[in-house]
């Protein structure tokens, strides 16, 4: 359990998402993020020299990625700032988050910034010499699709992995199906009012479409309408599976940044320093060989064993869900509703999966919420490549 991390009220923003090969589609993911990142600053009047470290986290690489944190903390504006290339899959926010955490717990850093960033759109193709192949035929990989089609070790895609839990566990095709035209109502919810929801933490981005043209996103981009006749007329996307290319997520592009900070610290960075939030527990799991979605609930008990809480006990439930399985999976072992105890406002499964940023705008959508309900607990839990798992708790009050 820790005591003494907490991140300001609105010290954290997130980019629309948006989904691949559109807008963001040629943009460095670093250089974007660090620019969104430099403008957000300058909105708030917080001077990027009150942060003493940088963790970037990025999973799809970047061209001169090689200097990761310390030239992502010199384009915010803090050049004089060091930083670290945080890399855990879809659990690299979590990750980044409590890596600061347990910096401030320790002493080390009074105020870290967790910037992560993430673009799968035109990922890289990496070539490695191979002296011994016919010819001097070189190894190569597409960074991203076949990762996300081979687990080195399980030997099995990614959606496998969420089959495998559903079909052990006896989940449905319409349990799944239920669950993604659900998860697309609730992400209506963030719409509601002109996004007044989303608002409370979106910042937009400026892309240069040319020399003398920019383009303002300040939404979401790519989000497909989801109705249950929809749902029903797709075709699963493996044999005798129970997900539809509709109850699984897409791979985006997109941006967040979270402050982090002693109790002081993060007062002085509040938009209102009456709202605390604190940093209390992390957990961790890795399951069995492709088995992937089956992490979440190992990892979230841990969390809230470390915060001394119980499920029921959360005003605010998120995860990163990319595909059904893993809510219906884990409202099971938690004993909550699927449907309406978890994920207001939206998840992962709807807005898309830029990988690096994607835990980190659920857990400040979870922080708005709880916000929003009067204080609480927040639990944040979601898998990650490697048949891995994050969760963290936060108390908001």
């Keep these: 359990m820790l005591t003494k991390a907490y991140i300001p009220y609105k010290g ?18 670093i250089v974007l993020a660090a620019e969104t990142t430099k403008r ?16 970037l986290g990025l999973t799809v690489h970047q061209y001169q990625g090689f200097y990761g944190g310390p030239w992502a903390a010199a384009l915010m504006g803090a050049a004089g700032v060091p930083g670290l290339w945080v890399s855990q899959a879809c659990s690299t926010s979590t990750v980044a988050i ?13 105020a870290p ?47 496998k992995t969420a089959e495998n839990v559903a079909k052990e566990e006896g989940i449905t095709r319409k349990e799944c199906d239920e ?49 249950a006749e929809g749902l029903a007329g797709l075709r699963p996307v493996l044999p005798d599976g129970v997900h539809t290319f509709g109850a699984q997520t897409h791979p985006a592009d997109g941006h967040c940044g979270i402050v982090v900070a002693g109790r002081d610290k993060a007062k002085s960075l509040s938009a209102d320093p009456s709202v605390e939030i604190q940093v209390v527990s992390y957990g961790y799991a890795r399951v069995k060989p492709a088995f992937m979605a089956a992490a979440v609930y190992p990892a979230a008990q841990m969390a809230l064993d470390g915060a001394k809480i119980k499920a029921k006990d959360a005003k605010a439930i998120k995860t990163h869900n990319p595909f059904a399985a893993n809510d219906v999976f884990l409202a099971r072992k938690l004993g909550v509703d699927v449907m309406n105890g978890m994920n207001n406002y ?10 690096g940023p994607t835990a980190g705008r659920l857990i400040i959508e979870g922080v708005e919420e709880v916000v929003i309900k009067g204080g609480g607990y927040l639990l944040f839990a979601g898998c990650a490549a490697g048949d891995t798992a994050a969760a963290m708790v936060l108390k908001i009050g």
């Design 12 to 29: 954290y923003f997130s980019s629309p998402f948006a989904r691949w090969q559109g807008s963001m589609a040629n943009e460095h993911a």
């Design 40 to 55: 957000w600053l300058a909105e708030k009047n917080m001077d990027p020299t009150v942060f003493d470290y940088v963790y």
């Design 98 to 110: 409590y890596t600061a955490a347990m910096g401030v717990e320790a002493g080390l850093f009074s």
């Design 113 to 159: 910034f967790c910037l992560m960033t993430d673009r799968c759109s035109n990922g890289p193709h990496a070539v490695w010499p191979n002296p011994a192949g016919p010819g001097g035929q070189v190894i190569s990989e597409n960074w991203l699709m076949d990762n996300f089609n081979k687990d080195p070790w399980a030997g099995q895609a990614m959606i």
């Design 179 to 227: 669950v993604a035209l659900q998860r697309y109502k609730q992400y209506q919810g963030a719409l509601a009012n002109d996004r007044e929801f989303q608002k409370r933490y979106m910042y937009p981005v400026l892309i240069r479409v040319s020399k003398k043209q920019t383009l303002m996103l300040d939404a979401d981009e790519g989000i497909m309408d989801t109705t």
């Design 346 to 355: 939206g998840s992962s499964l709807i807005f898309g999966h830029p990988q």
